[in-house]
Structures are given as structure tokens and as C-alpha cells.
């Protein structure tokens, strides 16, 4: 078992049905860049097929299993706290500006738009 605590990305290289596990001590993403995995994470109702390309994100202290379909190579890397937050800023931001837009003005000009003016 590793602990990725330190700030360095781990390469793993998979070999069908091989199976690793870990605990990450601090939030981390997953990357899988070659091949297919399955993986579970400790209190997280779901388990999550990665294929290449895709990634997700890994909760801290949990044990991840993650076993290979076939030969697979993916990335542990921790995310920087500053990531995570200006990310976290952005969702906020975000979500703040889609409620505004629902709340008001994006109606009347989507029914504008859309209607002709009519049904106001």
C-alpha cells in the first residue's frame, strides 16, 4: 500500500486484472492515460470505470482499489490547496450567476426570443 503525501505524481503501470490499493493523504486526482480500471474509493456509494483519458478526483485518508480490465497506466497526483480553492471559488461564482440568470432576465429574453414576445 503507498501514501501519496508528498506533492509528486505516481505513475502506475497495470497489468490485466491487477489489483493496487492506497490511501492518499491528501486530496488527489486519478488519471487513467492508457487502457481501462475499475475503482472504489472507501465511503463512496459508487465504484467508477476510468477509461483512457478520464479522471477523478480521490478523497483523503480513504483506501482507492483500483483494479486493471486490461494493461492500463494512470497518474495519482495531488491537487494543489490553491487549486482547490480558486476551483471551488469558480463552482460558486458560477452557480451564483446561473441563479441570477434563472431568476429573472435570462426568462424574459429566452421567452423574447423564443416566442416572439408572446406568452409574457
Given at each position: ?14 497489468q490485466r ?83 441570477a ?10 421567452s423574447?426570443?423564443?416566442g ?5
Amino acid at each position: 500500500m503507498n501514501r501519496h503525501g508528498n506533492r509528486t505524481p505516481s505513475q502506475w503501470l497495470l497489468q490485466r486484472r491487477q489489483v493496487r490499493a492506497t490511501r492518499v493523504a491528501q486530496v488527489c486526482t486519478l488519471e487513467v492515460s492508457h487502457g481501462r480500471v475499475w475503482v472504489t474509493q472507501e465511503g463512496r456509494a459508487d465504484d467508477f470505470w476510468l477509461e483512457s483519458g478520464h479522471s477523478m478526483v480521490l478523497l483523503p485518508g480513504a483506501l482507492v482499489v483500483i483494479e486493471a480490465d486490461h494493461v492500463s497506466s494512470l497518474r495519482i497526483e495531488p491537487v494543489l490547496m490553491q487549486t482547490a480553492r480558486a476551483w471551488l471559488h469558480l463552482c460558486c461564482a458560477g452557480a451564483r450567476g446561473l441563479a441570477a440568470a434563472l431568476g429573472g432576465k435570462f426568462r424574459h429574453n429566452a421567452s423574447t426570443l423564443l416566442g416572439n414576445g408572446e406568452g409574457r
